[in-house]
Each structure stands twice: as C-alpha cells, then as structure tokens.
C-alpha cells in the first residue's frame, strides 16, 4: 500500500492548482456566475494544455492518463471554482462512453474532433419524465432502412446549448424488462432536427451550459450507434462508476476550498475581543470538516484507482460521491455560518461555494441512489 502521489501525479496536481489560481480570476468567477455565461475562451485554454482530455488515449490525441490523475486535476479546478471547473472539465463529458464502448471509428472521429478541434461533447440520458428512473427513458431510437431515427425531448444536459456532438439514450425496442432495448446514438449538434435551449436561473454552477434538448426527426447513420443496440441502460451504469468518482472529486475540491475560506476568515475577524477561531466550537468544527475533507479525498482516490487498473467497484464510486457531495454542502454551509452575516452576501465567495455545492448530491445520481447501490452490494436484492 502506497498514499504517495508519483512524480507525475504531483506534477499534473500542481501545474492545474497553478492554472486555476493564475486564470480563474475573482473577476471572471463573477462576471460569469452573475450573467450565466460559459467561457469558452477558459475552455479553450484548459484545452490546449490537455486538463480536459486527461483520459482520452494517447493515440487519439489525448493524454492518456487515468481517472486518479483526472480527479486531482478536477480538485484544484473546483477548489477554486467549481462554475468554471465545470465549463472546462466537463467539455468532454461523455466521451468515456465512447472510449468504453466504441468502435475505431468512432473514437478516430469523436475523440479526435475533441482533441483537436476543440469539439465539446455531452451525454443526455435525462428527460423531464425520467431522472432517477432513467431506465423508463421515452427518447426513441428506431431502425428506418439503413438510417436510425431519433425522437425525444432530453433536459438538464450539461453543454447542451455549446456541444458539438452528444451521446443520446433513447428506446430502441421493448425488451422484457425496462432496462432493456435502450441504446445510445451519438448525435451532432448541426443535424436536422436538433434543436437546444438554454435552462436559465440555476442555482450555482452557473457558468456551466446546461440545456433541454428537443431531438425532432433526427437522422443519423448506422456508424452512430454505439456498441450492440438494446445496451444503452448497461452501457450508462458502468459509464457512471468510471464518472462518479471525478464528481466525488469535484465535491472535494468544493469542500477544500470553502475550508479554507472559513480558515482565513476566522484567523481575522474578532468578536469578543478575540478572532472567532479562537472560540473552541470553531475550533472543533473545523477540525470535524477537515477530517470529513481527508476521509473523502481517500475515497475518491480508492474509487478511481479501481477504474484506472480497469476494475471499478460500484460501491465505492458511489460511497465517493455520497460522501463527497455530503461534504461540499456540510463545509458549505459551515463556511457561511462563520462568516455571519458576510456569509449571506455576494461581495464575499462564501454563498457561491454554498449554492454550487448542493448539486454534487444531485446530478450523475441523487444520493439517495449512491445509498441504493451501496446497499444493493452489502445487503443483495431483498
Ligand atoms: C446542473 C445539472 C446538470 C446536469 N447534467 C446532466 C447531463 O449532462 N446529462 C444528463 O443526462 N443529466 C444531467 N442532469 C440531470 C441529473 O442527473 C438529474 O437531475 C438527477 O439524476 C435526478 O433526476 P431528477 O431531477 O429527475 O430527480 P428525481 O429522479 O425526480 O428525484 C427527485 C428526488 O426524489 C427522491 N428519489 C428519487 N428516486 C428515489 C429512490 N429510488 N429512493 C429514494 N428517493 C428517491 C430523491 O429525494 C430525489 O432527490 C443534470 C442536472 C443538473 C441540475
């Protein structure tokens, strides 16, 4: 057993720290979380040094590393900001499908105009009648001659409105169970028929794109259909234990980085002739937070070692992301409540870090699913 970063590690740990530090400024954190605007300038730039295509391999391009390596990146990123974290890590979103289950051309095609043309990509599996129970998706995607035919509406996807290409979940035939007969088909976002629109008004993570998608007719070759038809639901579950770790991460770096605002602010601001942190109960609560803080990170990294030796435990990448996202919302909250009413105001960084970390406990699987899985594995079906 062996906790120390490699020299690669540490590096790629420390060259994203330095990146997010120097390019996600107080201004454009602001500027972009008070207008909802995707920066795609930043995405751009996060690109060109590699940290959004840290998984893709290297002979398409990308950097070729492992998911341990992609959450320490993703970390830093959202340690600082997790909006603009998010714009720029989550321009890749999905094409982990395509590196699990597509063919050579696919990957040649799809990861390559990611790597190289700055394409970005999204994954739709959700639909306004379909969350949690994403199994009973009602998107259709049928068989027409030597075309496939897509019809459906998707909601809440991440870069809808900005994707070059998104990853669909739709119904291909009725199997004997719900969650057969679904496949995924990869749509690009200037086909006929595609139509997105910005969701406006979220509560955090604002400089993220997020989109209903309304897929009218859409019209597409065999080549686009990913894997074997009837799949999709299969494909999706072990798509979410390789994503469910880096999201776990996200709610570490959130949780970091509200700890140490709470650290700076207590060490100066004096109520009864004294800092507030030197009251025992700030004392002791910090230190409960940071202990939380090294218990997920620990996690997380078991999580995403597991899926970088090709072995993803479920269980884990979804105790990671529970327990992470649990976290974010507990130092959140806590980092608000020191610094009183300054807390509660957009002039101090607190209440951004409050409003973006509810959503680790939301998307990728509310956590009351992450509860279902673990429970799934330690007691069986009952
Ligand atoms: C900012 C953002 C970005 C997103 N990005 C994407 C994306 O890129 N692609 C994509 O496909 N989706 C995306 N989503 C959708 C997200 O994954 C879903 O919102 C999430 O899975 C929950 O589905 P739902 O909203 O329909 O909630 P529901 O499924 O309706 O759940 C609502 C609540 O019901 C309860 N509940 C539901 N099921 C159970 C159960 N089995 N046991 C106990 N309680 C339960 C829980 O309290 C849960 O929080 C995104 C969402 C947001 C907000």
């Known amino acids: 057993?062996?906790?120390?970063?490699?020299?690669?590690?540490?590096?790629?740990?420390?060259?994203?720290?330095?990146?997010?530090?120097?390019?996600?400024?107080?201004?454009?954190?602001?500027?972009?979380?008070?207008?909802?605007?995707?920066?795609?300038?930043?995405?751009?730039k996060a690109r060109k040094l590699g940290f959004s295509t840290i998984k893709i391999p290297e002979e398409y391009g990308g950097m070729g590393m492992s998911l341990v390596e992609e959450c320490l990146v993703t970390e830093e990123f959202y340690r600082v900001s997790a909006g603009l974290g998010?714009?720029?890590?989550?321009?890749s979103f999905g094409t982990e499908l395509i590196i699990l289950f597509g063919n050579e051309e696919q990957k040649e095609k799809y990861l390559r105009w990611v790597t190289e043309k700055n394409g970005i990509s999204a994954m739709a599996s959700t639909e306004?009648?379909?969350?949690?129970?994403?199994?009973?998706?009602?998107?259709?995607?049928?068989?027409?001659?030597?075309?496939?035919?897509?019809?459906?509406?998707?909601?809440?996807?991440?870069?809808?409105?900005?994707?070059?290409?998104?990853?669909?979940?739709?119904?291909?035939?009725?199997?004997?169970?719900?969650?057969?007969?679904?496949?995924?088909?990869?749509?690009?976002?200037?086909?006929?028929?595609?139509k997105a629109t910005k969701i406006k008004n979220k509560l955090g993570l604002r400089a993220s794109d997020t989109a209903e998608i309304v897929l009218k007719d859409v019209r597409i070759g065999e080549e686009n259909i990913l894997g074997e038809p009837g799949k999709g639901f299969y494909q999706l579950m072990e798509f979410f234990n390789h994503t469910r770790p880096r999201v776990a991460a996200q709610g570490v770096g959130i949780a970091q980085g509200a700890l140490e605002l709470a650290i700076n602010y207590v060490k100066q601001r004096k109520q009864f002739d004294q800092p507030i942190g030197a009251f025992q109960h700030t004392q002791f609560k910090l230190a409960e937070i940071a202990t939380r803080i090294q218990a997920a990170r620990l996690l997380t990294w078991q999580a995403a070692w597991y899926c970088s030796i090709g072995k993803p435990r479920p269980e884990l990448s979804?105790?990671?992301?529970?327990?992470?996202?649990?976290?974010?919302?507990?130092?959140?909250?806590?980092?608000?409540?020191?610094?009183?009413?300054?807390?509660?105001?957009?002039?101090?960084p607190a209440e951004r870090y409050y409003r973006d970390a509810k959503i680790i406990e939301i998307y990728e699987g509310v956590k009351e699913i992450q509860k279902q899985i673990i429970s799934r594995q330690i007691l069986g079906r009952l």
């Open 86 to 91: 998010n714009a720029c890590l989550s321009s």
């Open 1 to 44: 057993m062996d906790f120390k970063l490699n020299e690669d590690q540490e590096d790629i740990k420390k060259a994203a720290r330095e990146f997010a530090e120097r390019e996600f400024t107080r201004e454009l954190i602001e500027e972009c979380d008070r207008e909802e605007k995707y920066p795609m300038e930043l995405v751009k």
């Open 128 to 194: 306004p009648e379909a969350g949690s129970d994403v199994a009973s998706v009602k998107t259709k995607i049928v068989k027409d001659g030597d075309e496939w035919v897509v019809n459906g509406v998707k909601t809440f996807i991440t870069n809808g409105s900005v994707c070059d290409f998104v990853l669909v979940l739709g119904r291909t035939f009725e199997g004997k169970k719900k969650h057969e007969g679904l496949t995924f088909a990869i749509v690009e976002s200037k086909s006929k028929g595609f």
């Open 318 to 348: 979804s105790m990671a992301k529970w327990f992470a996202g649990e976290t974010a919302v507990i130092a959140a909250d806590w980092c608000v409540q020191f610094h009183g009413g300054y807390g509660y105001i957009g002039e101090y």
